[in-house]
T-cell receptor
Framework: NAGVTQTPKFQVLKTGQSMTLQCAQD?????MSWYRQDPGMGLRLIHY???????DQGEVPNGYNVSRSTTEDFPLRLLSAAPSQTSVYFC?????????????FGPGTRLTVT | AQKITQTQPGMFVQEKEAVTLDCTYD???????LFWYKQPSSGEMIFLIY??????QNATEGRYSLNFQKARKSANLVISASQLGDSAMYFC????????????????FGKGTLLTVNP
């Protein structure tokens, strides 16, 4: 198993540009989520999905869109990048059943918006 | 709303000694889960240990143990026999209570504690 994969590892954008951060998992997990990590802030939930076709907002959803057309993939879209979106982005997945004991994290994408 | 507090921004420990990283949580729910993750300088998030709110015994995973005191709402991580490779950021996290469908997924993280192990 590759686990949770994210691409790209690094990205530099100019203000106003758009891009998609890719996330895929091969563990047939129902639940997938996106977090951002800023210095001194820990990880904060952006969006999550409990299955194909179902998404919902987390703590900091503004400026981000998601969709879940397949179980495996959960891309995060920045429609018009802003410097405040400079952060490290983590994708995570879990099987999501009651008592699920672990979320598997991808390696992260470091995004800089200038 | 769930809240996780890690009051130690940084901790130092000598190699081979034990260290305790503090975590307190705030919730009004009876069913919840507590996690600890390690983030080395390379950046990945590594799952260490899990404690369910109804688990009667403290969780242990190798050199990691979780000192779970439910009445005090604390879930401290104890690392025994510290190694140089334990130097990293450590995050405590809580899983939201189950939704109406019985599933629970979302994690709320603390701000982390940076552990440095000295030789």
């Amino acid at each position: 198993n590759a686990g949770v994969t994210q691409t790209p590892k690094f990205q530099v954008l100019k203000t106003g540009q758009s891009m998609t951060l890719q996330c895929a998992q091969d563990m047939n997990h129902e639940y997938m989520s996106w977090y951002r990590q800023d210095p001194g802030m820990g990880l904060r939930l952006i969006h999550y999905s409990v299955g194909a076709g179902i998404t919902d907002q987390g703590e900091v959803p503004n400026g981000y869109n998601v969709s879940r057309s397949t179980t495996e993939d959960f891309p995060l879209r920045l429609l018009s990048a802003a410097p405040s979106q400079t952060s490290v982005y983590f994708c995570a997945s879990s099987y999501g059943g009651p008592g699920s004991r672990e979320q598997y994290f991808g390696p992260g994408t470091r995004l800089t918006v200038t | 709303a769930q809240k996780i507090t890690q009051t130690q921004p940084g901790m130092f420990v000598q190699e081979k000694e034990a260290v305790t990283l503090d975590c307190t949580y705030d919730t009004s729910d009876q069913s919840y889960g507590l996690f600890w993750y390690k983030q080395p300088s390379s950046g990945e998030m590594i799952f260490l240990i899990y404690q369910g709110s109804y688990d009667e015994q403290n969780a242990t995973e190798g050199r990691y143990s979780l000192n779970f005191q439910k009445a005090r709402k604390s879930a401290n991580l104890v690392i025994s026999a510290s190694q140089l490779g334990d130097s990293a950021m450590y995050f405590c996290a809580m899983r939201d209570p189950p939704n109406s469908g019985g599933s629970n997924y979302k994690l709320t993280f603390g701000k982390g504690t940076l552990l440095t192990v000295n030789p």
